[in-house]
């Protein structure tokens, strides 16, 4: 099969080129030589160049202003992200210096309630448990007997009594709280000094009350009397406050009195507790 062949018109390229620069030369010397000839030329070529380099000169300024925008948007978006980190990092500081302070003001109120029992040895325990009733009745601590935990041993916070240890494993304690259902604390009405009987009660809690019984029928007690734990109880070492009293009424066969206590502790809110590291002597009187 032929291939096609390329015309071949006798002129080398290269010597095409040097006739080219020649002819560029004459004009130049032409031009330098006699102005005037080569004047209506120039004016010409300047004619329809200028508005060509002034068309050149605008749009490559406009190149340059919309690549400077790009380069500054660019420069935005970093400084952007930059302050968006920086931000997110104030952020974290900014909670993690809230929690300190909340923790601080919990601290504060374990060492506040401490001093009002100084008679007792006590040792601070964080909440890692609770129960499902939305209050704490049962829960658990993160102390055991690795830390001198011991069944019995009584639980205070707030302002007052939380409840007592009923479990103790190596590195944890559960403690049922006086509002359980099956809680009962024997009590002193301060000012009176009669004694009652507090009895936990899930029900009435969520009113923000427990039930206190058992109160004499002659007892003068009234509404906002302080009730505390008495010496006859056989495990809650006696003086911890539990709470006040309210609606104070005689039961229906006319024996005794009933009534309402609000709980100094918020057992829905319990995160530390202190622990008294000391076990209630049961006194065994001996038979005859």
Do not use: W
């Amino acid at each position: 099969m032929n291939s096609r062949k390329k015309p071949n018109y006798g002129i080398e390229p290269k010597y095409i080129l040097m006739l080219c620069i020649m002819m560029c030369l004459c004009l130049i010397l032409f031009s330098y030589r006699f102005p005037k000839i080569f004047e209506p030329l120039r004016k010409g070529l300047n004619t329809c160049l200028v508005p060509m380099q002034k068309g050149i000169h605008v749009v490559g300024t406009q190149f340059d202003d919309i690549s400077a925008k790009f380069e500054d948007i660019d420069k935005l978006r970093a400084e952007n992200e930059a302050l968006r980190k920086e931000l997110t990092d104030l952020q974290y500081r900014n909670e993690m210096l809230s929690q300190d302070l909340y923790d601080m003001e919990l601290y504060k109120q374990l060492l506040e309630l401490d001093k009002t029992y100084p008679e007792y040895t006590k040792v601070g325990a964080n909440i890692i448990a609770r129960d499902s009733s939305g209050f704490y009745a049962t829960f658990t601590i993160d102390k055991g007997s690795k830390n001198g935990m011991k069944v019995d041993m009584n639980v205070i916070a707030d302002n007052g009594l939380v409840g007592i240890i009923t479990e103790v494993g190596p590195n944890y304690s559960i403690v049922r709280s006086i509002v359980d259902d099956n809680s009962y604390v024997s009590a002193t009405i301060m000012k009176t000094g009669d004694n009652c009987i507090v009895c936990g009660s899930l029900s009435l809690l969520t009113k923000g009350f427990i039930r206190v019984r058992d109160i004499t029928v002659n007892s003068q007690a009234k509404n906002n009397y302080k009730v505390y734990t008495s010496d006859l109880s056989e495990k809650y070492l006696p003086g911890l406050l539990i709470g006040y009293l309210s609606n104070i009424t005689t039961e229906t066969d006319g024996m005794t009195k009933v009534g309402y206590l609000t709980p100094v502790v918020d057992f829905e809110h319990l995160t530390t507790v202190l622990v008294i590291t000391q076990v209630k002597e049961t006194v065994i009187i001996p038979k005859d």
